[in-house]
């Protein structure tokens, strides 16, 4: 345990009806950290994830965030606070070009009517520069700078999630919650991925990765935490993991030891 670790949750509990989803869940995420949370179907990752952004209520336990407690805050105050995240499956505004759906990313610290401006007529639209140079600039950053016009729905599956890992960029976050980013990605995007999630540690972005690929999970994670029913079955460097394969094994089934 470290002494100012970047996200701490504490013995998090979440039942649904008599189904105790999480349970009792300790573990820290240390600045600039990124580490992966593994574990099979229904173990609880995407609920933890719903936990920690505001999107449910934990039953108990606590959430503490740069130091300050944010047990049950509501999704815009956890935002605002500088926790972004992207969904297991993709939720973007499908109507919208990809550069709007990045701008909407930007709510967090764009100012209050601003962002309904610039989204409104065109010449509405030109007034609010700052926002739509931001929402591009991270369009090139994750490498859709050419899909800017491009209605959301229509791109490529691959291309949607990376569009949504530019409109969580766009929140400009401390901490990024990834749910299963690299599912349904070919070879080729998946390499982008595990490329551009280095690169945002970089920036000194701490990333909490919830994956089924065990090549993207061993390339960028400096730790991971391994959750089965709800609990906190393993946790450790890729390393150390690798070395309770056994362990693991017997849990989580041979294709994901
Ligand atoms: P994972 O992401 O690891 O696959 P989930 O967090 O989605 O697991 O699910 C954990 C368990 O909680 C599963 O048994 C799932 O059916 C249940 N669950 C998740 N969300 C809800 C919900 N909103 N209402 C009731 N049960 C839920
Ligand atoms: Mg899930």
Known sequence: ???????????LRKAFGGLMAVSDLSFEIEHGQIKAMIGPNGSGKTTILNLISGVLPPTGGSIHFKGLGITGWKPDAVARRGIARTFQIVRLFRELTA???????????APAGLLGAALAL?????????????????????GLGGRAQE?????PFGEQRLLELARALAAKPS????????????DAERERLCALLLEVQRRGLTILLVEHNMDLVMNVSDEIVVINYGQKLAE?????????????????GDSRA
């Open 236 to 252: 450790g460097s890729p390393d150390q993991i690798k070395n309770q394969q056994e362990v693991i094994a017997a849990y989580l």
């Open 175 to 186: 901490l990024l919650l990834l749910d299963e980013p690299a599912a349904g990605l070919n």
């Open 122 to 142: 065109p010449r509405a639209r030109q007034a609010e520069g700052r926002i739509r140079e931001e929402a591009g600039a991270w369009l090139e950053y994750v």
């Open 1 to 11: 345990m470290s002494a100012n670790p970047l996200l701490r949750v504490d013995r």
């Open 151 to 155: 209605l959301a729905g229509n791109l």
């Open 99 to 109: 550069l709007e759906n990045v701008m909407v990313g930007c709510h967090p610290w």
